[in-house]
């Protein structure tokens, strides 16, 4: 039996070796591949061009990006096209954001140009997707000396404003997941560029098949976002009071306030043939600007009963909105299937008409918990 | 008889719920999803009910044999050759396990890790292990699972951590459609359970025979935590109406969470849940081997091993699996895995109770 036990003890390191061996035809070293981190889809003359952006690593070279483009049917048919243009392979796609040109945001179901990116695993589907109102090329190829690379750089401005509630944070997955949810519709972040210099503009709206429908300021995104209980703590709004407006450079009537702990209830009913919804919204504030000559220390309940008035005239203007597009960005949709589900069912395949006949109430409930350190 | 090798509760119990959370974890809450909408976690209640009365019945059995396998028991009450037929069965049954365990294995780890490997060199480097592990028997293979169990601990802890983006309003209405989508997915919920069979071979090697029911039930009640948890957070989730649309959710789902350190979880994960994943196929190996050695009639259990690992390394080299192919083989085992760990433990409850009656009747 012992030459039985050395013979597979050789038999074994021999395959472990080959298996190695062929294991290695998986491996890419990062020298030889190129990384694009940004990916930047647009329509011109109704064909679709695709824009890669990928770092380079390289001390001697000033410029810190390499950037490729092309016509294509398909991303992943494209692929030869994109190897020609880079020194490594193109071969994992790590994109951080994905810019989606307005031209290809009027197509119904451009969406699924993105195929590839969920059925190859090895892409990630964290990439947020950002709407641009213009050419795409313009932002893939923008160069600043004071800003990094434009991917990076864009990154990093989607998950600043969404942690402010300034645009929201939607990823390749979660668009994925808005689109397909028949109770809600698509919202994506928006930038644009001004003065030469990359901003952001707030969100883009989206139609259930994925057409462009309305932009929000970054006020009103903040405002969605704590309809759909997705604001953070330290949310900043601003409103004017009125009857206080003055002629300076700077609006005196105007209170800004931060916003804690926030509850929102969104209350169901059907009646009349239509749905009604019941929002209540509480909060502690605390003052963060005011100009105006005020008394807070004895006015605070008026004061708090104005803001209120205006962020429910505000809600109710931003609702409006949604219903005038027959689009649901906050999701109403999952309180009717949660709660009125057999009536739900009946309209969910046109569910954007059916929440445009909805009727809404808003309460706005704010309390001042804090006016700051001076009167 | 073998009770030189002795099998802990503890070990008992988590290799029966490793073995039956592999078999089934990946695929479950795209199958719950597909059958039953949200509603689809309501079933797996009914699964651990199943699978506890067919743990009851399963260890009464095995009441009769203290010291011998099913095997024995057979041969005690039916005779020789009965054993032997029932040895095939088993064989029949449990290759097909272990296959299926390496179809899916080596497929998702080709799919999400290394596309360009071949399948059989994968299914190779997994059959060095299995044999070093298998050709010990059960305690070695207990001991094994405590080590699994241990390993994956962090796992869960990866799941919670995607509830930042949970809708919970998606689990609501409960029963939407009422119950006849929940009932009717019950059927699904078998194969998940798999697993209670093993105590057809490990009771005579358990330390504590009058636990094992006790033990089966903590493990049936674990494997069905696992699996409430796991389909929960892909419910919440995933949309209603995309969820069908994955094919691994469980694992599509770790793409959501974004670390510092590390852009795709899923990699680590799907290396770790290799250990669970072989969970399935050691036990299955070893009985497969066990049964033909009873089969040939001599102690041979280790060449015997040898002989089928090569088999499975040959038919992968030769015969290349696809994603199509496993859902055929887990259909066919859907349905084997009923008639053999919930069908058969009764039928043979019943006989051995007939044939005492019968032999009792005969001694008075």
Known sequence: ????????????????????????????????????????????????????????????????????????????????????????????????????????????????VLDVTFRDPRNTTADRIIAYDGPVTDVIHFQAKDQPTTSVFLRGLIDSGSRRSTTVKTTEQELHRQLHDRAITPAISEIMIENNKILLKGTTLLSKQGQYRDSLSYQETSLLQIL????????????????????????????????????????????????????KINSFISITEKFLEYELQE????????????????IEKLIGKFQQHKIDPVGFGLYARAYHYPLYKAAQDSWGEELARAKFQVEVNLRIGATGAVE | MKTTRPVSTLQFTLMVSAFQISVAFLSLPRELARQ??????????????????????????????????????????????????????????????AYDGFMIASLV??????????????????????????????????????????????????????????????????????????????????????????????????????????????????????????????FVYF???????????????????????IERVEVPFIAFYLFVFSCVWIPSMHLVSMNSAWLLGRGGERGSLVVWCFAIAVSFFIYKPSFIDAARVNNFLNLTGFVMEFALPLCLLLYVAIAKKVRGGRRS
């Open chain 2, 36 to 97: 039953a909408g949200t509603d689809g976690w309501i079933a797996i209640f009914f699964g651990w009910g199943m699978a506890t009365l067919a743990s009851v019945v399963l260890v009464k059995v095995m009441k009769n044999s203290p010291n011998g396998s099913i095997l024995e028991l057979i041969q005690r009450f039916m005779g020789v050759w009965a054993s032997k037929i029932a040895a095939v069965i088993f064989i029949a049954y449990y290759l097909p396990l």
């Open chain 1, 299 to 314: 006015n605070s309940e008026e004061m708090a009963n104005d803001l209120s008035d205006e962020m429910k005239k505000s």
């Open chain 1, 1 to 112: 039996m012992r030459w039985f036990k050395k013979f597979s003890a050789v038999a074994m390191s021999c395959t472990l070796l080959l298996a190695l061996i062929s294991c290695s035809s998986d491996k890419n070293n990062l020298e030889d591949a190129t990384v694009p981190l940004s990916l930047g889809l647009d329509v011109i003359d109704g064909k679709l061009h695709y824009y890669l952006s990928a770092p380079v690593f390289s001390k001697d070279i000033e410029k810190k990006s390499r950037e490729g483009e092309g016509i294509a049917e398909g991303l992943r048919q494209a692929r030869n096209q994109e190897d020609a243009q880079f020194p490594g392979t193109v071969a994992f796609r790590n994109y951080q954001v994905i810019i989606v040109g307005k031209k290809l945001l009027q197509y119904k179901d451009w969406f699924k």
């Open chain 2, 239 to 261: 949309s209603p109406d995309e969820i069908g649309e994955f094919n691994d959710p469980v694992i599509s789902i770790m793409k959501s969470i974004e670390l510092q350190f």
């Open chain 1, 228 to 279: 759909k209980k997705e604001s953070k703590p330290g949310v900043s709004l601003t409103f004017p009071v009125e009857g206080m407006r003055k002629q300076l450079p700077f609006n005196t009537d105007l209170v800004s306030f931060s916003i804690g702990n926030i509850s929102v209830k969104i209350k169901t009913s059907y009646e009349d043939g239509r749905f009604h919804y019941n929002i």
């Open chain 2, 109 to 234: 780890m080709k799919l999400w890790l290394l596309p360009s490997t071949y399948i059989y060199v994968l299914v190779l480097l997994l059959l060095i292990p299995t044999y070093q592990i298998a050709q010990h028997g059960f305690q070695a293979i207990g001991r094994y699972c405590e080590i699994v169990t241990l390993i994956s601990i962090w796992i869960p802890f990866v799941y919670l951590s995607t509830l930042r983006h949970a809708h919970w309003l998606y689990l609501l209405p409960v029963l939407k459609e009422g119950w006849l989508p929940v009932l009717s997915t019950v059927k699904i919920m078998f194969f998940p359970m798999v697993g209670i069979g093993l105590v057809f071979f490990i009771y005579p090697h358990l330390v504590n025979k009058e636990k094992a029911l006790k033990a089966m039930v903590i493990s049936n009640t674990l494997t069905c935590l696992v699996y409430l948890g796991i389909t929960l957070v892909c």
